[in-house]
């Protein structure tokens, strides 16, 4: 069993930078591929990025060059950095750890997310 808390979401201006984490509980953390999904209103939930355990990353294109996900297996954190934020960003925000990059299906564990907005 895995427990997932995420934090760092909020209010930012578009061309600004937000950093979410996640904090995972279970002593088999470091063996899961952590990944980022996001639910916008009105639409399905998307793959942001994932990251194994080894540090190989995926990004979805549309995010690749703004969103940077890492981990810190010590501390059982996973992060993601993300830069140059547009309204379309706006979102809520799912850390989840599972046993393939994507899709959601291969998920096991979800966090309550964290809602980003982004202002025009």
């Known amino acids: 069993q895995v427990q997932l808390v995420e934090s760092g979401g909020g209010l930012v201006q578009a061309g600004g930078s937000l950093r979410l984490s996640c904090s995972a509980s279970?002593?088999?953390?470091?063996?899961?591929?952590m990944g980022w999904f996001r639910q916008a209103p009105g639409k399905e939930r998307e793959f942001v990025a994932a990251i194994s355990s080894g540090g190989n990353t995926l990004y979805d294109d549309s995010m690749k060059g703004r969103f940077t996900i890492s981990r810190d297996n010590a501390k059982n954190m996973v992060y993601l950095q993300m830069n140059s934020l547009k309204p379309d960003d706006t979102a809520v925000y799912y850390c989840?750890?599972?046993?393939?990059?994507?899709?959601?299906?291969?998920?096991?564990?979800w966090g309550q997310g964290t809602q980003v907005t982004v202002s025009s």
């Open positions: 989840a750890c599972g046993r393939w990059y994507r899709p959601a299906s291969t998920y096991d564990y």
């Open positions: 279970g002593r088999t953390f470091s063996y899961y591929i």
